[in-house]
T-cell receptor
Framework: EAQVTQNPRYLITVTGKKLTVTCSQN?????MSWYRQDPGLGLRQIYY???????DKGDVPEGYKVSRKEKRNFPLILESPSPNQTSLYFC???????????FGPGTRLTVT | GQQVMQIPQYQHVQEGEDFTTYCNSS?????IQWYKQRPGGHPVFLIQ?????EVKKQKRLTFQFGEAKKNSSLHITATQTTDVGTYFC???????????FGQGTRLTINP
């Protein structure tokens, strides 16, 4: 089954404790992206990757890092999480950046 | 900043009433896509519009792309409780090769 998986689905952590949210897709998609969803703000892009070893900043990259060492994986790293990073995070993949996006199930992160 | 604006932010209707959400961009779009997110779920692709003035239908849903390719709408006829959710538009700014999402319209329905 074609899908995008994210782990963990839920995470409560404390300020400053490094964390990684994993994302994996099995559709051989070139393009992968991370979004955060906040009430009233819709989906805002954090980082995206057009291919292996190619990443670029989205609209709200501050406080986040990503890597794309393999085509199927695109982890999101928060080196020193802060409360304003409390949000719902979605990973998505597609054939190309402007094509239909396939979203993962989401990761709800709370930073206290 | 947000380049694709979507209104209204919320809409509550009685079951059987119609519903419309609008999407506007300050710049010309190469294409526009619509997604639906059920409560507690993730966005799911509905449709893509590419041509100026294009109209597409999916059962009770009608999607339009404006002549200038700067605005779009989604109209649902005779809403049902299964239509509950948040509807997002996402436009590709010409030359950007990525999508910019609107803020979404959250639809709730009184059965």
């Amino acid at each position: 089954e074609a899908q995008v998986t994210q782990n963990p689905r839920y995470l409560i952590t404390v300020t400053g404790k490094k964390l990684t949210v994993t994302c994996s897709q099995n559709m051989n998609h070139e393009y992968m992206s991370w979004y955060r969803q906040d009430p009233g703000l819709g989906l805002r892009q954090i980082y995206y990757s057009m291919n292996v070893e190619v990443t670029d900043k989205g609209d709200v990259p501050e406080g986040y890092k990503v890597s794309r060492k393999e085509k199927r994986n695109f982890p999101l790293i928060l080196e020193s999480p802060s409360p304003n990073q409390t949000s719902l995070y979605f990973c998505a993949s597609s054939v190309q950046g402007s094509y239909e996006q396939y979203f993962g199930p989401g990761t709800r992160l709370t930073v206290t | 900043g947000q380049q694709v604006m979507q209104i209204p932010q919320y809409q509550h209707v009685q079951e059987g009433e119609d519903f419309t959400t609008y999407c506007n961009s300050s710049t010309t779009l190469s294409n526009i896509q619509w997604y639906k997110q059920r409560p507690g779920g993730h966005p799911v692709f509905l449709i893509q519009l590419v041509k100026s003035g294009e109209v597409k239908k999916q059962k009770r849903l009608t999607f339009q792309f404006g002549e200038a390719k700067k605005n779009s709408s989604l109209h649902i006829t005779a809403t049902q409780t299964t239509d509950v959710g948040t509807y997002f538009c996402a436009g590709e700014i010409q030359g950007a090769q990525k999508l910019v999402f609107g803020q979404g319209t959250r639809l709730t329905i009184n059965p």
